[in-house]
């Protein structure tokens, strides 16, 4: 059962509830459920601003797919695929604030979408181009981090900071169920607890570490790991984008307020690839797929605005026009990116250039002069 520990803000349950108790608004069939705790957080969500966030999942689903389509036409070296995921990611991104700031793993394409990255700096790293895709002072949102977990611990440090600076910014990290097995992430909850940092730990569970199922790692939800840190966490419909929308808001206000970190556990299924290196089809069982497509973030939120007659088919041609126009915009994009100059993989290494790294580059330097033409 759920355990109403309040910290100062909103009032968010401590989850130690079985694995089918999930914080769902909007149903698989499309069925907005009422809810008295969580209702009044999202009251000024209206069916227009429902169709917003409708269209945001279009979009990001519609450029995920035109990147995988590169992928496999030699344009990008990799691409992780986020297909499923949309809801957790525009939910919980829509929630943000612009002074806010947003550490990622390599997933959160729909994220940085929110966050302001055009289609172009969507392609800078996969198509290898640059170190990053965009200046994370300008959106809020650090370059994606590779190393499983480590962005928790950027993360808290980062929040700690907020609270140092005397500001109310709040701070996301980002991860998946497997990143939940890192030492890095607990090492980060921990210390995000005992310094009470307002910083959001945002586990975006897709069924899937790589090819490891979670039920091999997590013998209980993932979300009842946090209580015993004493961070307060909950477990929501990763596919349902208005309860998504609503635990960050919670959250949010909690770390605004100086109640300290949240834990989310947005349940979810990625219905493609861990990246476009591997082959789902050797370890997935097509009848769970089947299930969890029943469960499509998109399809269930079209069905509840066709119903309420909030989403004519011309409103969602106008939608779907805007999603083929930003990954054209994407393709073109990757199609222009310049190719960089071989000794620019040397610079921004360190601040300051060191003597071993000056001798690198020199080395290279006289490599690339024995090619024909000598000049690098």
Known sequence: MLRTDVSPGLALPIQLSPPEDLLQLVTPEGVRREDPVYDPVVADVDDERLVGLYADMVVVRRFDTEATALQRQGQLGLWPPLLGQEAAQIGSARALRTDDFVFTSYRENGVAYCRGASPTDLMRVWRGTALAGWDPRTIGMATPQVMIGAQTLHATGYALGCVKDGVDSAVVAYFGDGATSKGDVHEAMVFAASFQAPVIFFCQNNQWAISEP??????????????????????????????????????????????????????????????????????????????????????????????????????AAEIAQTADAFATQMREGCYGLPDPEPLSVFDHVFVEPTAPLERQRSQYGAYLDMFEGGEH
């Not at 946090?226 to 419909?237: L, Y």
């Not at 300290?260 to 861990?274: D, K, L, N, S």
């Not at 789902?280 to 469960?295: L, M, Q």
């Open 214 to 315: 979670v039920g091999l790692q997590a013998q209980r939800p993932i979300a009842d790991r946090a209580p015993g840190m004493g961070i307060p966490s909950i477990r929501v419909d990763g596919n349902d984008v208005l309860a998504v929308l609503a635990a960050t808001r919670v959250a949010l206000d909690r770390a605004r307020t100086g109640g300290g970190p949240t834990f989310i556990e947005a349940v979810t299924y990625r219905m493609g690839p861990h990246t476009t290196s591997d082959d789902p089809t050797r370890y997935v069982d097509p009848a769970v797929k089947a299930e969890w497509a029943a469960k499509d973030p998109i399809a269930r939120l079209e069905r509840l605005l066709k119903d309420r007659g909030a989403l004519s088919d011309e409103r």
